[in-house]
């Protein structure tokens, strides 16, 4: 059974850095595609980064330049480093995992078999 366990959200000042994990179990990280998703309050879930068995990353515009995710393959684990944050970062993140490949369309949401339970990220201004 493949589960997602994300940590290291928290809150910190805009123009901070935090570092989120996800761990995962019953599933190799580089196997397939991998993404990060959030979702603030009252808005709908997006797409923030995607990785896939080739190390070929993806982007939201909202997030490029300032986010870096990447796999740790001897830990299992994924992670979503995120600089410079803004107020407009704050939402819970997610990992999720697409048993395919990402190919032009990695936030396509229906696309993801199994998902985190989500760790929330606060940005204060």
């Known amino acids: 059974q493949v589960q997602l366990v994300e940590s290291g959200g928290g809150s910190v000042q805009a123009g901070g850095s935090l570092r989120l994990s996800c761990a995962v179990s019953g599933y190799t990280v580089n196997h397939y595609c991998m993404s990060w998703f959030r979702q603030a309050p009252g808005k709908e879930r997006e797409g923030v980064a995607a990785?896939?068995?080739?190390?070929?990353?993806t982007y939201a515009y909202a997030v490029k330049g300032r986010f870096t995710i990447s796999q740790d393959n001897a830990k299992n684990t994924l992670y979503l480093q995120m600089n410079s944050l803004k107020p407009e970062d704050s939402a819970m993140y997610y990992c999720?995992?697409?048993?395919?490949?990402?190919?032009?369309?990695?936030?396509?949401?229906?696309?993801?078999?199994?998902w985190g339970q989500g760790t929330q990220v606060t940005v204060s201004s």
């Open positions: 999720a995992v697409l048993n395919n490949y990402c190919l032009l369309d990695p936030f396509r949401q229906s696309r993801y078999t199994y």
């Open positions: 990785v896939d068995t080739f190390a070929t990353t």
